[in-house]
Nanobody
């Protein structure tokens, strides 16, 4: 069993900052990519940022410069530092990880339960 548990969401004024955390636990052999997605009401879930085990990052154009993704491999944890938040960043943020549970298995995608981020104007 594998679990992804997110924390750090909340309500913040425009221009403020929040830091999201996502810790993976359970039967884990290795984690390749970890990332953050978000879904606003009435919209599709979209990639916010991702980070491979090799250190390659990808960001949505709308968050480049303002958001930074990082990870602590020893803790199986990924972070999302969000600065200069805007009302349009309001969404439920989901953590995602590609996890290999045993050495001879393949990577499987796992999702966290989501954490609400609300940015007031």
């Amino acid at each position: 069993q594998v679990q992804l548990v997110e924390s750090g969401g909340g309500v913040v004024q425009a221009g403020g900052s929040l830091r999201l955390s996502c810790a993976a636990s359970g039967s884990i052999f290795s984690i390749s990519a970890m990332g953050w997605f978000r879904q606003a009401p009435g919209k599709q879930r979209e990639l916010v940022a991702s980070l491979t085990s090799g250190g390659s990052t990808k960001y949505a154009d709308s968050v480049k410069v303002r958001f930074t993704i990082s990870r602590d491999n020893a803790k199986n944890t990924v972070y999302l530092q969000m600065n200069s938040l805007k009302p349009e960043d309001t969404a439920v943020y989901y953590c995602n990880a590609d996890i290999k549970r045993v050495a001879w298995s393949w990577n499987e995608g796992y999702w966290g339960q989501g954490t609400q981020v609300t940015v007031s104007s």
